[in-house]
């Protein structure tokens, strides 16, 4: 989506450093938001309705529309209006749906639903505003250059058939939005006027709008306002019909890009059907639950114990790009050490081992219930999300799912049919993988460069030796099995009965030389929840910076450590994280109380028997001092450490 211009790397959820958003940052915001109200509304229409000779109309109109409108002509007014109320306001353009989104105080609400509904009645889009406006979505796509995410999705969109809108570029410049349709006589205003009219129209359009207002206020409101969006009762645009976008001879081959960052990683992915229909299954989350499992038995316990790999998710993130009406994505992403760059056929064959045994051995309908399971418990005792985020969610899945389904079609596994993931499964074979390899060491091998976002990449032939060994039917490796039951998963929510009064703050209720112990009942949310903090203090860390530097090393290998076992608590939404501290480590656990003395004690075990070996010393040395360089080259935080 091109509101976002984060790299979307994955970073290791539990370990933290000290530069972290504080708990309390965190609290102020939530507090915020629930005094907010919020709306949000989808488009049925997105990037694949760029005209060939535009590309990027769609979202300038996203950016065009926000411009007055005949009732409130001011260029900035409403930006001003949610700004002096305490609100914000956001769009961002996908290839099938774009989504509008605002929040703010409730008293404001309904002035500001008047306010934003105009931009989808009666735009004024003025001509005068395009220049500038296209200067926005120029900065926009500048700024989402240097992302290694973004390089990525245009490299691949570059591989689909001609002539499909895979191959489109959906973000928009100066070039295409202003300098090409001067030389080629195109009045952008004009086509962006008939974009509008054509595709803006109510019969594909849905809204979420959430407030601490009766519904009934709320239904007459938007009665009130909305109506008057109009209607041209146009077919919708439809891709259906263009489907295997990648099966072409050039997608089967090995990609070689330097990345921005430094970081090796290796890509495969497969494009499959549409899944989207499938939802009440959902096989490709069945299958990236397995191939991202960390537990024993999996693919990256294995690769972790050859030193190969750091971290690896796999599956489709549900955007757009990942998943639309002509196909979707399943991809494994792998972040490789520097041995296992070396080794990445290796890396690539341990992928390929795991699911020709997940093949063989077909769906496990005990896995399935365990997800599901999971899924529903995270469901029904989920925190209470940001309104803006929450209305953004609902008027996306109301295109996507029926309307009993509308808040938990993108949640819940409603039932197993083997058939349907057995299908999406067996698509997923050596012959129809695309590999992709990001590494610094790629410099000066790569001689071609993407058009747009400027990736210098290679095309290599897979070499014959494996290309060969994947078209026999070559060997399961006895390592790589399904994984053991979790013993995790909560199944007590009963609150407990309370033994102590009820007080404001948290209470002292052990002190002794070793340290102290507070404690406070929950009396406000009354959920089945615990959680722990617990603060290892030490006088050392700040003696000298080779200290410093060896307790984040020591944290960074207890995190390692705890990868493996600790993992199944991770899935079952029991939460861990450990922090380098200021001055010491700390431990924190949360979710459902149940089970949470499990993945303490576990923890604490594994401090207690502080083991490392000298392959994963290097390793995550090695790691350090790439993530040392990448938060260097922030200028941001340079400043910070300088002026500290």
């Given at each position: 989506e091109e509101e976002d211009d984060d790299d979307g790397e994955e970073e290791d959820e539990d370990y933290e450093g000290e530069g972290d958003e504080s708990d309390h940052s965190k609290k102020k915001k939530f507090v915020c938001s629930e005094k907010q109200s919020a709306a949000a509304l989808c488009v049925g229409v997105g990037s694949f309705s760029d005209p060939d000779d535009l590309p990027g109309l769609a979202h300038?109109?996203?950016?065009?529309?926000?411009?007055?409108?005949?009732?409130?002509?001011?260029?900035?007014?409403?930006?001003?209006?949610?700004?002096?109320?305490?609100?914000?306001?956001?769009?961002?353009?996908?290839?099938?749906?774009?989504?509008?989104?605002f929040d703010v105080q409730r008293k404001y609400f309904k002035d500001a639903l008047d306010r934003w509904a105009q931009f989808f009645i009666s735009p004024l889009m003025?001509?005068?505003?395009?220049?500038?406006?296209?200067?926005?979505?120029?900065?926009?796509?500048?700024?989402?250059?240097?992302?290694?995410?973004?390089?990525?999705?245009?490299?691949?969109?570059?591989?689909?058939?001609?002539?499909?809108?895979?191959?489109?570029?959906?973000?928009?410049?100066?070039?295409?939005?202003k300098y090409e349709p001067k030389e080629k006589n195109i009045n952008t205003y004009e086509r962006l006027r008939q974009f509008w009219k054509t595709h803006y129209s109510a019969h594909y359009m849905t809204l979420a709008v959430q407030s601490i207002e009766t519904l009934d206020n709320l239904e007459e409101w938007v009665?009130?306002?909305?109506?008057?969006?109009?209607?041209?009762?146009?077919?919708?645009?439809?891709?259906?019909?263009?489907?295997?976008?990648?099966?072409?001879?050039?997608?089967?081959?090995?990609?070689?890009?330097?990345?921005?960052?430094?970081?090796?990683?290796l890509t495969i992915t497969w494009a499959?059907?549409?899944?989207?229909?499938?939802?009440?299954?959902?096989?490709?989350?069945?299958?990236?639950?397995?191939?991202?499992?960390?537990?024993?038995?999996?693919?990256?316990?294995?690769?972790?114990?050859?030193?190969?790999?750091?971290?690896?998710?796999?599956?489709?993130?549900?955007?757009?790009?990942?998943?639309?009406?002509?196909?979707?994505v399943f991809s494994i992403t792998i972040t490789l050490t520097d041995e296992g760059y070396k080794h990445f056929y290796e890396v690539t064959h341990v992928v390929f081992q795991y699911l020709k045994m997940m093949q063989q051995m077909g769906p496990q309908q005990r896995i399935f219930e365990e997800i599901q399971k999971i899924e529903a418990n995270e469901f029904h005792y989920q925190e209470q999300t940001d309104p803006l985020d929450n209305v953004e969610t609902i008027c996306e899945n109301m295109q996507l799912f029926p309307k009993d389904d509308f808040l938990t079609g993108?949640?819940?596994?409603?039932?197993?049919?083997?058939?349907?993931?057995?299908?999406?499964?067996?698509?997923?074979?050596?012959?129809?993988?695309?590999?992709?390899?990001?590494?610094?060491?790629?410099?000066g091998k790569c001689n071609l460069k993407e058009k747009w976002f400027g990736a210098q990449y290679d095309i290599e032939e897979i070499e014959a030796t494996w290309k060969d060994l994947w078209d026999s039917d070559y060997d399961l490796n006895p390592d790589l099995h399904h994984p053991e039951k979790n013993n995790y998963i909560a199944t007590d929510f009963e609150l407990?009965?309370?033994?102590?009064?009820?007080?404001?703050?948290?209470?002292?209720?052990?002190?002794?030389?070793?340290?102290?112990?507070?404690?406070?009942?929950?009396?406000?949310?009354?959920?089945?929840?615990?959680?722990?903090?617990?603060?290892?203090?030490?006088?050392?860390?700040?003696?000298?910076?080779?200290?410093?530097?060896l307790f984040d090393i020591f944290v960074n290998?207890?995190?390692?450590?705890?990868?493996?076992?600790?993992?199944?608590?991770?899935?079952?939404?029991?939460?861990?994280?450990?922090?380098?501290?200021?001055?010491?480590?700390?431990?924190?656990?949360?979710?459902?109380?149940?089970?949470?003395?499990?993945?303490?004690?576990?923890?604490?075990?594994?401090?207690?028997?502080?083991?490392?070996?000298?392959?994963?010393?290097?390793?995550?040395?090695?790691?350090?001092?790439?993530?040392?360089?990448?938060?260097?080259?922030?200028?941001?935080k340079l400043g910070k450490d300088r002026k500290s």
């Open positions: 300038f109109l996203e950016h065009m529309v926000f411009m007055g409108s005949e009732k409130y002509p001011d260029e900035n007014g409403f930006d001003a209006f949610l700004k002096k109320h305490g609100g914000s306001d956001n769009a961002s353009t996908d290839c099938e749906r774009t989504i509008f989104q003025i001509e005068d505003a395009i220049e500038r406006e296209v200067e926005a979505v120029d900065s926009e796509y500048q700024l989402a250059r240097p992302s290694d995410s973004n390089r990525k999705e245009m490299l691949f969109g570059s591989l689909a058939k001609p002539g499909h809108p895979m191959g489109k570029f959906f973000w928009g410049n100066a070039q295409t939005l009665r009130e306002i909305f109506s008057k969006i109009p209607n041209n009762g146009l077919q919708k645009p439809y891709f259906g019909h263009l489907t295997e976008p990648f099966s072409t001879t050039g997608f089967n081959t090995l990609y070689r890009v330097v990345p921005v960052k430094k970081i090796h990683a499959l059907p549409p899944q989207e229909q499938f939802y009440r299954v959902k096989p490709l989350h069945y299958i990236s639950w397995l191939i991202g499992h960390e537990g024993k038995g999996s693919i990256l316990s294995l690769l972790r114990k050859k030193c190969w790999a750091l971290g690896l998710f796999g599956g489709n993130s549900e955007t757009g790009f990942e998943q639309n009406t002509t196909y979707s993108d949640q819940l596994l409603f039932e197993y049919k083997p058939e349907i993931i057995v299908d999406a499964l067996n698509r997923l074979t050596p012959d129809k993988a695309n590999l992709l390899l990001l590494s610094p060491e790629n410099e407990k009965t309370s033994d102590c009064i009820d007080t404001e703050y948290p209470v002292k209720i052990l002190d002794t030389k070793q340290g102290c112990l507070w404690y406070k009942k929950d009396n406000k949310f009354k959920i089945p929840k615990a959680y722990i903090r617990l603060h290892l203090i030490s006088p050392l860390i700040q003696k000298s910076p080779e200290k410093l530097v290998i207890l995190a390692q450590n705890l990868a493996e076992p600790a993992y199944d608590a991770d899935v079952a939404q029991l939460e861990y994280k450990l922090v380098a501290g200021e001055h010491g480590l700390i431990i924190k656990v949360k979710g459902f109380d149940h089970k949470l003395p499990l993945l303490f004690k576990l923890i604490i075990n594994h401090l207690a028997n502080f083991t490392a070996t000298l392959d994963v010393y290097t390793m995550i040395t090695e790691q350090l001092k790439k993530t040392y360089f990448n938060i260097l080259i922030k200028h941001d």
